[in-house]
């Protein structure tokens, strides 16, 4: 019971998150800072670490010991003219469990879909200023280019996608004795599927997020050491002649891998981490000189503050703190 506990918890706060978010963009009119939705926020200097708050220890520590929730939410941003059939594809193709819809400018929407006791988040449209280049699939180039989701019935599987207008996902057989099809969304994003013996169904054990970059080692640092995932050993999968490098935390796996392709999708999707205290993750990324897309932000009343990271491809590390501050790290006197 614990665990639902934490899903409903954690699925209410960031639905709360993402009103709040929609009714500042609906508001205002002015220069704030904006998210790469283009949600616009206010600045929140007054929550940050001022100069000497924190040790040399304390700065160059990871971000494992504030990231608190089961996993990590990923988001798919594509054209909002395939609004509908991403919602089919996603909800009734892929069967996870949908969410109320957030319209978050005039022209975005987010539709939220869960996958175990994280989320899925489709958001219509795609910002000026970021890359959107998915051609030649995972082995494209570099960014977010595979979801990896899992199931335990095939049959079942290749009746939604065909009870939703698609074509059954063709299946190959996994030297681990699984089964594996690769197929795409609307968008042209590449979806992995595997049967696994006795996984839950709609996904709900989790979330792989693959993503091609264009230097392995200082890729890995980032989710190793400033991330703080849980470096996994590397793996090969035969069935796509890739080399993975994954980092866990929960029920999310971030697998990267060096794609063939040179292509570049920074804006695709991107990761969000659900943390205790967002100001601890800017200054540690401030003290790494870390790119930053969005600095430190809040919306005032509801309990929202967030920063939102490049990783060294582009791709959008967003920490965001929900709810009243339950910090890790004290403060030095």
């Known amino acids: ?11 209410l706060a960031l639905g709360a998150a993402a009103i709040a978010l929609a009714s500042c ?23 940050a670490y001022a100069p000497g708050e924190l040790t040399a220890d304390q700065l160059s ?3 494992a010991d504030i990231n608190y929730s089961p996993g990590m939410n990923v988001f798919r941003r594509f054209p909002g003219e395939l609004t509908e059939e991403m919602v089919n594809f996603y909800v009734n193709a892929l069967a996870l469990d949908s969410l109320s819809p957030i319209q978050l400018t005039q022209s975005q929407q987010m539709i939220l879909t ?48 065909e009870d939703a207008g698609f074509g059954a996902p063709e299946f190959t057989d996994r030297a681990d004795g699984t089964r594996q099809a690769l197929v795409k969304d609307p968008g042209g994003f ?27 080692a200082e890729s890995r640092a980032f989710y190793r050491e400033f991330v703080g995932l849980e470096e996994l050993p590397a793996v090969t999968d035969p069935v796509m002649g890739t080399t993975f490098y994954p980092y866990r935390h929960g029920e ?44 430190l932000n ?21 920490f965001a703190q929900v709810g009243p501050a339950t910090p890790e790290i004290t403060r030095q006197d």
Do not use: C
């Open 298 to 318: 809040k919306l005032r009343g509801f309990d929202l503050i967030t920063v939102w990271f490049s990783d060294p491809d582009g791709v959008t590390n967003y």
């Open 1 to 11: 019971m614990g665990d639902r506990n934490v899903k409903i918890t954690t699925t």
């Open 114 to 161: 869960e996958a175990g006791s994280m989320q899925i988040k489709l958001s219509a449209g795609q910002p000026e200023g970021r890359e959107y280049d998915l051609s030649g699939g995972y082995e494209g180039g570099t960014g977010i280019r595979l979801f990896v989701l899992s199931y335990p019935d095939e049959e079942v599987v290749k009746q939604r996608f």
């Open 252 to 295: 999310t796996t971030i697998m990267l891998y060096e794609p063939v392709g040179d292509g570049v999708d920074n804006g695709s999707s991107g990761i969000q981490y659900v943390v205790s205290d967002a100001p601890l993750a800017a200054a540690r990324g401030d003290h790494r000189n870390l790119e930053v897309q969005t600095p």
């Open 190 to 216: 590449d979806i992995v599927i595997r049967i696994v013996p006795g996984a839950q169904d709609n996904s709900d054990d989790g979330i792989g997020v693959g993503v091609g970059v264009s230097d392995l």
């Open 61 to 63: 520590a990871s971000n």
């Open 25 to 47: 963009a609906a508001n205002a009119q002015d220069s704030r800072l904006t998210t790469p939705e283009g949600a616009l926020m206010d600045s929140a200097d007054d929550v």
